[in-house]
Every structure is written in C-alpha cells, then in structure tokens.
C-alpha cells in the first residue's frame, strides 16, 4: 500500500538539487513526481522510491506559489494533504495546503534539510567541521597567499611581497638587480592579493620574448592559470573585448603597443592590477614621449594597483626612470628638478642610519658626532625621544636594541623612495656566485682592417661610412660584421663575414675545448647571431639554435628548450641582444660575449642571464675582440673605467649618460680614449663611494628589512610543517572521490576515481591526475610534481565547495557508550560567523567564518564543554539513510525543539567572537593609520588615496564586523544505542 496522495510534497533524497516534488499520480507500482522548479517529471516503484514528505511544523518559515510567506503554527489534514496556519508577514493569519507551496523553495540550510529528511554521510559532516576549522586558522596567516607557490624562501622576495600585498591597491617598483627574482616577487603579490579578493582581474604586459615564460611561470610556480592574448586569439574572440576573456590576461608589449584599437579595448577593462616587465623600454622625455609609455600610462589612470619591473631602471636615463614613477604617483613625482634634489639629501639620512647602528658606543667624540648625524634629521619629539633612550651611555640594552630599530624604520620609512620602489643587489643579498672575465684577442681580418685604417687616415670617411651603412655611430665601429654586411656592394665584400672572422674559429674551438658545458652566446644584432650559427654549422658541424625578436614565441620556446635539456640539448645557443632579455639560462655557467654591447646596462643584462638565482658555479665569461679595435677600447673602458665584468653596481647608466659620447668619438683615438677612461673611473669611484652612503645604500636598508622578512619566512614555514594539511588532504580526497597513491620518495599521485565529483582542478575523470608532494623542497626539485598546500587548487576548491554548498551540513550516526543508555538522542549543532562584506576589504583577515559549536541532550542540556567533536567523533558509528531517515521522522518534534534551543546556546557566544575580531581589526589598522598619518606628514610618497582608503576600510570593516550573524551551518544528528546491539 502505498503512502502517497497527489498534490503531496515530497524531495528526492538522491537529487535535491530539483527542488520540491508534487506526486501527480501513484498506483500500487509506481509514483511520478512532477518538479516544478526543474521542470523535470521522474516515475519511481511505489516500494523504494528515493523520496522524503516534506513536513513543516511551527516555527517554519514557508513560501507561497504566489510569492507570500507565512511562519507555520500549527497544521491539520484534508484529504491526505496538509494545511499549513500560520500568520503572514503582515501579521495576517492565513491557511496554506501544501499543493500551494513553492516549487523553488530552497532546502539548502541544514535545518530544513535535516527536517525533511535530507542526511549526507557522517564523514563528510565531519570533514566540514574540520574545513570550517581548517578554514578559519589559515585565513588568518600572515603567510597566507606567500605561502602556497613553488619557490625558495628568499628573505628579500619574502618581504617585498608582504609589505607591498599588504597595501591598498600597491602602486611600486620592483627594480632588483637583473635575476634576483622580480617576477617571482610580482607573482607573489599578485598570487595574495588574488587570495585574499583584493584583486580579481590583472593584466600583465610584457616583451613578446618573455610571454611564455611568464605563463609557464606563473602556473607552474603559482598555479595561476593565465590567458595569453595575441592578434589570433583576439580576433578568434569573434566581436566582444578580446580582454574580457580571462580573468589574468598576458599580453605582449610589442603587439599592445603597436595596436592603438586593442589599448582602447585594454583600457575599457576593469582591472585591478597592471603589471609591466621590463618598465625601463618605457621611454619618456620631455620632448618625446614613446608609445609604450603613453598606453602604459593610460592604463595607470585608470588601474588602481601597479607593478613596473625592471633590473635597469635608468638604462634610458634619468629623466626616463623619473617618469616610470611619475607613472605610479603623479601627485609625488611632480618635478624632475625637486625630485634630484631630494636624493642630494639621501646621503645625510644614510650616515645618519650607520651612525645610529654604532650608538651609545664609547665615550667620547665618536658618540657625540653619532649623536648630531642622527639629530640632524631627526625633527620629532618621538623620534627624539628614541634617540635619547638609544645615545644614553648606561641604558638597558634590550631597550636599546628596540629603540634602535624604530629609529632605523622610521628614518627608512619617511625618507627616500623606499615606498614606491624596491631594489635589491647582489651585494646586500649575499650568496651569488664570482664571475671571471678571459678576454681573447684575436688579430684583425683583412676586411675589417682595410676599413678600420682607412678610417683613421681619412677624417671625412667617417660620414661617407655611415651614409653608405645605414648604420648608427659609434655601432659602425663596434659590430664590424654589421658594418662588412652593410657595405656588401663592395666588390671586396664577396664572401659571408663568418667565412673570415676569426670569432667564430676560435668559438669552434672553445666549444670543443668546454666538452659538455653549455654555452650561451650573445651577439649584439640579429644577423650576427643568424650568420654566427650558420658558421658554425658549415665550418664546424655544430647546430646551434638561434634566438632573436624575430622569431614567434613558439619558435624561441623551442630553442630556449632544446638548449635547456641536460641530456639530449645542444651545447650552444646564439642570442641576440632583445631576444634573450629577461631569459632564464642559470643552469650554464659560460657565456661569450661574441661582441659588446654599447650600453652598460645591456652587459649587466648578458651576464644576468646566467647570474641568477640558482647559479650554482662561478661564472665564466669569453670576450673574443679584436686587437686595436674599437671593440677592444669599448671593453678596455668596461674594465677599467667601471669594473663592469665583476659584479652589478649599477652605476652604468649615468656613465653612460655621461660618457657615451665621448667614449664613441673615442673609439679610433686611443689617446683621448684613455682621457675618457680616467674620467670615467673618477666619476664610477665617486659615485660608488656616494652610493654606498646615499641614495641606492638607504634604497637597500628599504628593500628588505631582515626582521620582517625573517617572521614572514617564519610564518610561511609553520604553514609549510602543518601537520594537520596532510590528514585534511587525505580525508577530503577520499570523501571526493580521488585515488591517492603513495608512490615513494614523499611523493603520491592523485587519479580520478570512479565516483569523483566533478569539476576538481587537475582531475578529469578517464585522465590520469597528476604527482604531487606536501615538500617545497621535493616539488622544488621536480617540475613534474605539483606542490599540494594550503592554497593549491585542488585544496581550495574541495574546501571551498564544502563550506558555500550543503555537502554534509545534515549527519545522523550512531554512539555507543558504556555509560549512556540506548534510544537517547542527542544534537551535535555547529553555528558559523556570516558577515557579508565586499571581498576587496579582506575582513577574512580578522573575522573569517567562524565555527561556534553546540552540543546538547535530549534534556537541552549542553554538554560542548565536556565532550570534544573529536572525542565524540571517534566513538560514533555509520548508518544507512533509510535508517536515519526514520529516525528523525520518528524524534522531529524533539530536534525542532533541540535546534532552537541551540540557536539561543550560540548566539550567548556571538558578542565575545564580534568584541575579539573588532580588538583585532582595530589594533592592526589603527596602528597602520598612525604609522601612515604620522608618515604623511614627512614623506609625499604617501599618497592621499592610501590614507583615505585605510580610514575607509576601517569604518567599513567596523560596520561589517558589528553586524555579523551567526547561522546554523551542520547539524548531525546522534542516537544512542546499548553495549549490546550490534
Ligand atoms: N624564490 C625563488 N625560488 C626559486 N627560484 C627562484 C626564486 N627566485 C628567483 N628564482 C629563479 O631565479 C631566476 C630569476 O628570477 P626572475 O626571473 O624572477 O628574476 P628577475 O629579477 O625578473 O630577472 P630579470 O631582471 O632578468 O628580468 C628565475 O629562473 C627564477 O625562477
């Protein structure tokens, strides 16, 4: 005999997802229920079919066909059909037979679903108690978004990437010297603030060169997955914005650049974050502005957040790095004039920062000079009052230490461009590897001489040279290849350069001297670099693959790869100069310098390829030249004009503002060239000497400051030892259906399995998962293992779906206990913090949901204190759903009753949960505010909008936090059973 009636409301245990049923017509075999809101039909045998009655009893909020609600009093029958009486939200007492219920009403709360039947596996209503604890620990880490991407722990990336990702929409740049890690740091604060909801959409521009090496970058490192947007793609997109297709799109300057309707489109975007790498080919000066710089700065009207990158930030000049941070702060960086001025100034703080490390120091002279330098520019009584405490001879010193390093911070922070930009050296980050110079100096060929004599006899020729060239001065006298394939029409000129040039003899014969050592060669100009290969196929039998801009990514990628394997690549590979810019090659240490650049900061980007994080040998750099020639007098003024080979200073770039004219009119006159020299060197020594006490000294305190790069580091480190991810990883990947395999050596493959839920990053079912490691270091030594934390994907996403969707928020299981007699039932309820807010104010940081959990009696008694969820947890059993099902149909007066009561249980908890996370709010953004206001006052890098948009966040955070709410989010249900029952 069948229980159902038409018109009556029933749920699919298996699909509630459809909504709520009305039985349309039922015999003795069968049942059809129609589903309104899917607009789904379903017929199931009268005897098993998968349905729960929907019963609503008093209290119940309930909804109308029409749209009116009512909150249910009481019910009667007719006809087999309830009526529901209630009162209305106008207070009006109405009558509703459950045919008139809304087919939409939503059984997603864990109250309604338990009530109507719904109940998800124990275990998984375990693994939501412990995500939702889980959940709220690691929101609050000061690591959190540091600590998930595949890199090393360096203290200056480490810190760069907290104290920017912590600001408002961050406007800076990260100029670190060539290979310390500027797109790792990017990547960083892109990666936090993408975690944290302060950024949603960023758009990151950079050479053509460096596309894919940031995509693979920034997935295989961040497990950011990107869209890499060109001309094809674009118009592939069909009509709409190409820029709307993703929420990270990489795009290459050269193409964005080039395309006036494509910026257009770019600016109509809302980003939240524009990243530009290689800023210093932005180029701006007062007469010209480049087309690179103005779309740039289009964008940065508009885009709150920015990171300009570049190892060279003065390689165009002055004037050209004084308008990449106009672009961050236009306000700040207002006049050129003002702004060199003020670095006059750097050199006074500076000092006054060494002084400050020696005080109190001995008696004498030597405190009291300490003393004045730090007086000098210290203008607060604060700051006074902190000298004072640090210059007294008998002070304790703990306090000292402290006052010492408030002093240094503030001096650091009010002082310089320490805020807008970042630069490290290798100097002040240690640990690199030497580099060795061995020049060879090979005798003139015949076509070279022929012009390079002719020259220096005929003063005129040189003007007749560059108009037959084409070619520029002084790149005419240094790339004489170029200058013999320039002048082709020559009948002398006959046979290819390489045929003659005894480069590239001597380069075979390096090649074969150096074994199985890689060789990077850079060669200034594409067709060197072309022809350079094609010597040393015809004359040698060595394949080299050549990388220059003329070649599409894939082509570059694939020479960049067949040079970059250990066991089957190719021993060599000739670069152009553009081509390998920002390229990784530290895994060779020797690199031939085929010709030289004219610029210092392009040398110091050769030699960067290979001088980078993860260089684990000295380094070997081939200068083949010429002897006599102006390629010879250009290194000469290298070496011994700037120690350019030893070591990144810096400093080339106003050498070469300088010098660069002189040195060309230099080149054919030794004399006057060893006059440039001595110059040269005057102004390099005076100007390190400067340095090391003025502006790059106090830029260098500013890029990291070791204290709080150490308690990032340390904080990052407790996420990475937690033991607690492994158990949680372990625990939801089996309740999702994943096969985790332990495959050796800290290692385990994740495989769908064949009731994997879908939609889990990684996994698609029929392929074959992928490897991962809990280890940094493990995953930090296999590309081919992905790294599961805390942040990874996978991670996130099962987390995520637990705590937005229902799964397990209803459990009912079984307890056996020698002190509880059976048929008992109990309530285990777990409340959680809601408190909407928009996401870019990051309240998680203070307040993330919070779990508050109840557990009561049949009595209503509550026993949380006594009995932990995991000592609960362990002691209780499983049971079938059909079992469960009848159970709480059979005690659902007594649950309704249970879950009121443990509402009012909570919400005593809720004023001490809002008090804590308000104390935690305020402490941290009213000291920012002080810090900020206090800074203001001094240092115009602090922009206005910075201050308004803390003291924004504040009241908006204070506002969220006092309105949060708590909800039941799970119950389960428990029922104790005898010693005995089986
Ligand atoms: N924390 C890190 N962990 C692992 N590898 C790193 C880390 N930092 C940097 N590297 C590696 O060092 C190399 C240089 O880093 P990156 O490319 O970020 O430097 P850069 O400063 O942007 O260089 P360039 O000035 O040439 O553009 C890259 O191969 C990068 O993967």
């Keep these: 005999m069948s229980d159902f009636s038409p018109g009556q409301r029933w749920i699919s245990d298996g699909e509630a997802e459809l909504g709520l049923g009305t039985i349309l017509n039922c015999d003795a075999r069968s049942v059809t229920v129609l589903f309104g809101a899917s607009q789904e039909t379903r017929t199931y045998s009268s005897q098993h079919a998968p349905l729960t009655r929907v019963v609503f009893g008093s209290g119940d909020r309930i909804q109308c066909a029409e749209g009116w609600r009512m909150t249910v009093d009481d019910s009667k029958e007719a006809g087999g059909l309830i009526v529901y009486i209630g009162e209305d939200d106008q207070g009006e007492v109405r009558e509703l037979p459950e045919s008139r219920l809304a087919d939409t009403m939503q059984f997603e709360q864990a109250r309604d679903r338990l009530l109507t039947g719904q109940v998800d596996r124990n275990d998984w209503f375990d693994l939501r108690f412990r995500t939702l604890h889980h959940h709220h620990r690691i929101e609050q880490s000061p690591a959190l978004g540091l600590a998930g991407p595949r890199i090393d722990l360096i203290p200056h990336q480490a810190y760069i990437a907290d104290e920017v990702a912590r600001r408002h929409a961050p406007r800076v740049l990260l100029a670190d010297e060539v290979g310390l890690g500027k797109t790792i740091e ?63 799109v990489l795009a290459s300057q050269d193409w964005l650049f080039a395309n006036p309707h494509r ?95 020696r005080l109190p120091g001995e008696a004498g002279e030597r405190r009291a000079e300490d003393r004045a330098a730090v007086a000098a520019v210290v203008d607060d009584p604060d700051s006074q009052a902190l000298l004072d405490l640090l210059a007294h001879p008998e002070g304790d010193a703990d306090q000292q230490a402290t006052a010492r390093d408030q002093l240094r911070d503030q001096l650091l922070d009010r002082h310089g461009t320490g805020r807008v930009m970042f630069r490290n050296s290798r100097r002040h980050v240690g640990g690199f590897p030497e580099r060795r110079l061995h020049v060879e100096r090979l005798d003139l060929p015949s076509p070279y001489r022929r012009v390079l004599r002719r020259l220096e006899r005929d003063e ?361 007699p059976g048929g008992r039932l109990m309530a285990e ?33 509550n026993l949380t204190a006594k009995v932990s969820f995991t000592g609960l947890s362990k002691n209780l059993q499983k049971v079938k759903k059909a079992v469960a099902r009848d159970l709480i149909k059979s005690r659902h007066d007594q649950l309704r009753d249970l879950l009121d009561r443990a509402e009012a249980e909570a919400e005593r908890e809720l004023p001490s949960i809002v008090e804590a996370a308000q104390a935690r709010m305020r402490g941290e953004l009213d000291a920012e505010l002080t810090r900020l206001e206090a800074l203001a006052r001094r240092n115009p890098a602090v922009r206005e909008d910075e201050l308004t948009a803390l003291r924004e966040e504040r009241a908006a955070l204070d506002a969220a936090i006092e309105g949060t709410r708590l909800r039941l989010d799970a119950v389960r249900v428990i029922v104790t059973i005898d010693e005995n029952t089986r």
């Design 460 to 820: 005129d020729y040189l003007d007749e040279l560059l108009i037959e060239t084409g070619l520029d001065h002084p790149e005419v006298l240094v790339y004489l290849d170029a200058m013999y394939r320039a002048l082709a029409d020559d009948p002398l000129n006959g046979e290819p350069w390489w045929q003659f040039d005894p480069r590239v003899t001597w380069l075979l014969e390096r090649l074969t001297e150096l074994g199985d050592d890689k060789v990077l060669v850079i060669a200034h100009d594409r067709e060197t670099a072309l022809g350079l290969a094609e010597g040393l196929r015809v004359l040698g039998g060595v394949h080299a693959p050549v990388f220059h801009e003329g070649l599409s990514l894939v082509e570059r990628d694939r020479a960049a790869a067949a040079f970059a394997d250990p066991e089957e690549g190719c021993q060599v590979l000739v670069c152009s100069e553009i081509g390998s810019e920002g390229r990784n090659f530290q895994f060779c240490r020797h690199l031939v310098m085929f010709d030289l650049p004219l610029h210092p900061d392009q040398l110091e980007q050769r030699i960067g390829r290979l001088d980078r994080i993860g260089q684990r040998h000295a380094i070997e750099i081939h200068a083949p030249v010429f002897a006599g020639s102006p390629g010879e007098q250009l290194l000469r003024w290298y070496q011994e004009g700037m120690d350019a080979f030893d070591a990144p200073h810096g400093l080339g770039g106003e050498l070469f503002e300088a010098f660069g004219d002189a040195l060309a009119d230099a080149l054919l006159d030794e004399e006057s060239l060893d006059e440039v020299i001595e110059e040269t060197r005057a102004l390099f020594d005076s100007r390190l000497a400067e340095r090391d006490a003025g502006r790059n000294r106090l830029l260098e305190l500013n890029a990291c400051r070791h204290e709080r790069a150490a308690a990032t580091i340390a904080a990052i480190r407790e996420l990475d030892e937690d033991r607690a991810l492994r158990r949680y990883v372990d625990q939801a990947l089996d309740i999702f259906g994943v096969d985790a395999r332990d495959i050796g050596g800290d290692l385990v493959h994740l495989r769908p399995g064949p009731q994997m839920l879908d939609g889990l990053p990684g996994l698609v079912k029929g392929e074959d998962g992928f490897s991962a490691t809990f280890s940094r270091e493990r995953a930090l030594a296999r590309d081919d293992v992905q790294r599961l934390s805390w942040e990874h994907p996978l991670a996130r996403e099962m987390m995520g779906r637990i705590l937005d969707g229902t799964m397990g928020n209803t459990a009912l299981a079984l307890l056996k206990h020698p002190s509880i």
């Design 186 to 248: 990017a990547g960083l604060i892109l990666h936090r603030l993408m975690l944290t909801g302060r950024a949603e959409r960023a758009l990151i521009l950079v050479p053509a060169s460096l596309c894919h090496q940031w995509l693979v970058e920034l997935l295989r490192r961040f497990s950011l997955e990107v869209t890499l947007l060109d001309e094809q793609q674009s118009q592939a997109q069909g009509p709409g914005n190409p820029f709307e297709a993703g929420q990270l």
């Design 263 to 357: 910026q257009e489109q770019a600016e109509a975007c809302d980003w939240d974050l524009l990243i530009v790498d290689e800023a210093h080919h932005l180029e701006w000066s007062e007469e010209a502005v480049g087309p690179g710089y103005a779309c740039v700065e289009r964008l940065a009207a508009t885009v709150p957040g920015m990171l300009l990158l570049t190892a060279t930030p003065e390689q165009m000049g002055q004037a050209s790095h004084f308008a990449r941070l106009r672009l961050l702060d236009p306000d700040r960086y207002h006049s050129l004039a003002a702004f060199q001025e003020e670095e006059r100034h750097y050199v006074e703080v500076a000092a006054a920062i060494d002084a400050l490390e």
């Design 829 to 861: 309820l777990v409340f959680r913090t809601h408190c909407p807010a928009p996401k870019r104010l990051h309240l998680n940081r203070f307040l993330p949901p919070t779990a508050v959990r109840v557990l009561l009696d049949e009595s209503g008694a």
